[in-house]
């Protein structure tokens, strides 16, 4: 059957803020050592959150469930190291949002740590044949019970991507491997050094979906990270697709048009266009969760931007204070200005190094004074910039002006629904307004309905 | 509310190592494109200008320099005195009214008196702007209500006599504006004192639309050269200080409108000469662009330029002036609000449902 890849290779509009990848792409995949205590957050998804199962002071193990899912959307927590747990308290996300974590303080000695560690979570051997052995409904439920999320920052539980949907058929699995956000490199370090479970994962996702073609989408500017994945893929009917680079390419509604040339509607899902969409670490934790039985415990992310001294990719455990990466980062730097959990485009600052790293932290970017956004607001110009970069085509400052005047008429007549916080907007707003905050505030604004 | 980004910020110390930096939380995104500000853009804009009051400067001398500089000074007073009453802090860095001024001066003749150039520039800034709300909440282009009182006020002083001396060590000034001109021709021409064959010598020597490119003739202090609009206009653009779909739009529709009116005999001049005559580039490259009081969607700066193009083309034919760009850019500027409304762009993927 023909392609369904149309698309020619980007979208309309978008920006191009420096990338700034260089100070971590050439950092090999270091595996953190063992943190003194974690804190596992029981929501750090899309969805409900999880309910506790254990006592305080109870003895896990690596890989055993901490908080069970309540609800379709949902996905458990496990250990992300062997200990004992303490009692349960609340920590304040980078989005802003109070959750319970259980905090499990580390067992002197670990099985696994270091290179053994790696090889278990993302080395060996990753078969890309026989893999009709599973069923789609296996495949799916594992992917449940190993609590994967989107590992893109959406965090989206991936079992309910994966569960076929009759009403709504899908021809094309799309993996995101653009990482279109300055300074991160975690999704980079992954297939340069660690491509086979990428392989495995996306065509076990097709098994399960049932989708014609599996196409695996990257910025060029990491082609040497598409020859490699064109390389594990080899023999296998998965296609790898490099699209122009530009901001934000990796957002979903961007690659559906980039790739397969088509809108997803606004207010609904690539579903609606017959594609899934799924990160390509999302796509390596499937795998180990089908193949190995093994659950999400882990996850890359790089520790960059000027504010550190050493940037690196990090091999992580969930639930791991930021302290305790920055630290072996070498620290802040003496201009360090602003915590960004996430790509500086689209990231929450954090205020303390306390926050416990989530299933879907890609990064840490640590801004320095000098190239943080300036909060030196002026008036609208009304020049039109910020309609020039959308990648939805919106008005932005329509918008801003209407959600502060609260006239929320107004702002939908001008589609504030449609608005995915990007950032590109006020990133070009030669008058310094912080667009994107106040379309934040329309939306709460809103009447609710 | 939306607070600046020094409103939260943790301090904290660990026993051993140096004191860690104070970290501060604000909303994404982070990073902003530093070069472009509201000073640069204007800034930009007065680049552009460059080889227009160049051309003015070398063409009409002394008289361009008191004349622009007059106003650009006293919008500059007129902003601080403005700003001052209302009670906000003055703004005169931002450089907007320095770009009024040069607008306002550029468009007066050379022989206004100085107290039109006052007038207008008070006017220009005073009612334009500051009663608006300053910066950005205006609906008329404050350099053409400047221009558009005075001219009202002052017809006399502004009228196409007022373009001619003949008397005067400038040769340009000794001869009619070439619109000026036309328009006489046509009137001439339809009261029967002069002859079709008179006419021709004179339209021959008028067509040449060289002088006209380069800036050999009279007018105003911006609008003569249209060589030196286009270098500054393009620059502009490519810029993207001014929005190149205005430009497009007036350069399209007058030129369409003139070659259609030529070619029905309502005017003896090709669409090429009502392009490069008058203050047509001018408006469409300088004062069409203001960003504050045009359009924000691409098609709707279009539709804007499409308006202001061919309401000049009518005016230039059917009314009394030689020539209308400060009143069709007027018009369009009422209508604005409208053409946003009407060019409300489509969001990628549909229309968000509403909620009530």
């Not at chain 2, 853009?41 to 227009?52: E, T």
């Not at chain 2, 009394?320 to 009143?327: A, D, H, I, S």
């Amino acid at each position: 059957m023909t392609s369904t890849a149309t698309g020619r290779g980007t979208f309309a509009r978008g920006v191009h803020p420096p990338e700034r990848k260089h100070l971590a792409d050439q950092a090999p995949i270091e595996v953190l050592p063992t943190p003194p205590e974690v804190r596992i957050a029981l929501l750090q998804h899309l969805g409900a959150p999880c309910e506790p199962i254990l006592k305080p002071r109870t003895e896990v193990a690596l890989g055993d469930v901490v908080g069970q899912a309540k609800g379709f959307v949902c996905a458990p927590v496990h250990a992300s190291i062997a200990g004992t747990t303490g009692r349960n308290s609340v920590a304040t996300l980078p989005n802003g949002r109070h959750v319970a974590v259980v905090p499990i303080k580390a067992a002197k000695q670990q099985p696994l740590s270091g290179q053994a560690l790696f090889d278990d979570i993302l080395g060996g051997e990753w078969p890309t044949d026989g893999l009709d052995q599973y069923q789609p409904q296996t495949i799916a439920d594992a992917v449940r019970d190993a609590g994967i999320v989107g590992l893109g920052g959406a965090a989206f539980p991936t079992h309910v991507k994966l569960t076929r949907n009759p009403e709504k058929p899908i021809q094309t699995l799309l993996i995101n491997a653009c990482e279109c956000e300055p300074y991160l490199t975690s999704d980079y370090a992954l297939m340069m050094e660690s491509p086979a479970p990428i392989i495995t994962g996306a065509l076990l996702a097709q098994r399960a979906t049932g989708v014609h073609e599996v196409i695996i989408c990257l910025e060029d500017n990491k082609l040497d990270a598409a020859e490699r994945l064109r390389q594990a893929a080899r023999g296998t009917t998965v296609q790898i697709r490099i699209l122009k680079t530009k901001y934000p390419q990796g957002g979903e509604k961007q690659l559906t048009v980039a790739v397969l040339g088509k809108e997803v509607p606004t207010g609904g899902l690539p579903l609606d266009v017959g594609a899934v969409v799924l990160n390509v670490g999302t796509a390596a934790a499937v795998a180990r969760a089908v193949v190995r039985g093994k659950p999400l415990t882990h996850r890359i992310v790089t520790v960059s931007g000027r504010g550190v001294e050493h940037p690196k990719n990090l091999l992580v455990p969930i639930g791991a204070s930021y302290r305790t990466l920055v630290e072996y980062c070498g620290g802040l730097t003496a201009d360090a200005a602003r915590l960004v959990a996430g790509g500086p485009m689209m990231g929450f600052t954090i205020g303390s190094l306390e926050v416990p790293v989530t299933k879907g932290a890609s990064g840490l970017t640590v801004l320095t004074a000098d190239e943080v956004r300036k909060a030196e607001e002026t008036t609208c110009l009304r020049c039109g910039r910020c309609v020039d970069v959308c990648p939805l085509n919106l008005v932005a400052t329509k918008i801003a002006m209407a959600s502060k005047a609260n006239d929320m008429d107004l702002a939908q007549r001008y589609h504030i629904t449609a608005c995915m916080e990007c950032g590109c907007c006020a990133y070009v707003c030669p008058a310094g307004i912080p667009l994107v905050q106040l379309i934040r505030l329309g939306k709460v604004r809103l009447p609710k309905g | 509310m939306v607070e600046s980004d020094n409103s939260n910020s943790v301090e904290a110390s660990v026993a051993e190592a140096p004191p860690e930096p104070v970290l501060r939380v604000a909303p994404s995104p982070h990073l902003s494109k530093t070069a472009v500000t509201t000073r640069w853009m204007m800034s930009d804009v007065l680049l552009g200008l460059l080889p227009v009051l160049a051309m003015a400067v070398a063409i009409f001398r002394w008289y361009a320099v008191a004349q622009v500089g007059l106003c650009i000074l006293t919008c500059l007073a007129a902003e601080a005195l403005f700003t001052r009453m209302r009670g906000k802090p003055i703004t005169l860095s931002d450089g907007s009214a320095v770009v009024t001024g040069a607008i306002l001066g550029l468009s007066l003749p050379w022989s206004a008196p100085w107290h039109i150039a006052v007038i207008g520039s008070v006017v220009a800034i005073g009612l334009g702007k500051a009663a608006f709300g300053g910066l950005g909440y205006n609906i008329f282009n404050p350099a053409m209500v400047g221009r558009a009182f005075v001219m009202l006020s002052f017809a006399k002083e502004l009228g196409a006599s007022a373009y001619v001396s003949t008397q005067s060590q400038l040769t340009v000034v000794t001869q009619a504006t070439p619109l000026t001109a036309a328009k006489k021709l046509a009137a001439d021409l339809a009261a029967g004192t002069i002859t079709m064959g008179e006419a021709q010598v004179h339209l021959e020597s008028a067509r040449q639309l060289w002088p006209l490119f380069l800036g050999n003739v009279n007018g105003s202090l911006g609008e003569t050269s249209a060589l030196a609009v286009l270098i500054g206009g393009l620059y502009l653009c490519l810029r993207r200080s001014a929005s190149w779909e205005i430009p497009t739009g007036v350069i399209l529709s007058a030129f369409i409108l003139a070659g259609a009116a030529n070619l029905l005999g309502l005017t003896p001049f090709t669409a090429l000469y009502h392009l490069v005559s008058g203050s047509l580039l001018f408006g469409a490259f300088f004062i069409a662009t203001d960003p504050v009081t045009s359009p924000l969607s691409p098609r709707g700066k279009f539709t804007f330029g499409l308006g202001i193009g061919a309401l000049v083309v009518l005016l230039r034919l059917f009314s009394g002036y030689p020539e209308g760009v400060m009143f069709a850019v007027l018009l369009m500027n009422a209508v604005v609000p409208l053409l946003n409304q009407w060019t409300i762009p489509r969001p990628v993927g549909g229309p968000a449902p509403q909620r009530t």
